[in-house]
Each structure stands twice: as structure tokens, then as C-alpha cells.
């Protein structure tokens, strides 16, 4: 059985573009795109973290995977 899930197109998430990036409606962090190829996953560089209470879990700077489809994102 194939498991369904929601895929960003190409065109929504821009390598080199600055995003602000929500969960559950609460932002977290803006980042820059390192790394997209459409689907579900992208490498992305935390530029400013906006959350008080998530700071312990994101510093600026730092690079890792997400699943874009989990994430409220805004363009910059």
C-alpha cells in the first residue's frame, strides 16, 4: 500500500529564497533553502530564530532536513 502525503511543487520553495516557517501556527524560525528537489524534503540554514521558547532546539546557522509539507511557510 502506497502511503498518500502532500508534495510541494518546485515552484513553492525556492533554494536560495528566505521562508518563515510556522508549526501549527506558531512561527518558529526564518531559513534560507539550501536544498529542494519537489516532494516532500528540503535542507534548509536557520537565519533568525523568532520563537522564545524554541531557542534551546534552533540556533542560527544551523542546517538540517525538514518535511516541507509539515510546515506553515511564508515567503519572506
Same mark, same amino acid.
Given at each position: 500500500m *502506497? %502511503? !498518500?502525503?502532500d508534495k510541494v511543487s518546485l515552484? !513553492? =520553495?525556492t533554494p536560495g529564497n528566505t521562508y518563515q516557517m510556522a508549526l501549527k501556527g506558531n512561527p518558529l524560525y526564518t531559513a534560507e533553502v539550501? *536544498? =529542494?528537489h519537489g516532494g516532500c524534503? $528540503?535542507?534548509i540554514r %536557520? *537565519?533568525? %530564530?523568532? $520563537?522564545?521558547?524554541v531557542r534551546s532546539s534552533y540556533v542560527e546557522g544551523m542546517e538540517f532536513d525538514i518535511k516541507v509539507a509539515e510546515y506553515d511557510v511564508t515567503a519572506c
Amino acid at each position: 500500500m *502506497k %502511503v !498518500e502525503h502532500d508534495k510541494v511543487s518546485l515552484n !513553492e =520553495f525556492t533554494p536560495g529564497n528566505t521562508y518563515q516557517m510556522a508549526l501549527k501556527g506558531n512561527p518558529l524560525y526564518t531559513a534560507e533553502v539550501l *536544498k =529542494f528537489h519537489g516532494g516532500c524534503w $528540503a535542507t534548509i540554514r %536557520v *537565519k533568525k %530564530v523568532l $520563537a522564545p521558547d524554541v531557542r534551546s532546539s534552533y540556533v542560527e546557522g544551523m542546517e538540517f532536513d525538514i518535511k516541507v509539507a509539515e510546515y506553515d511557510v511564508t515567503a519572506c
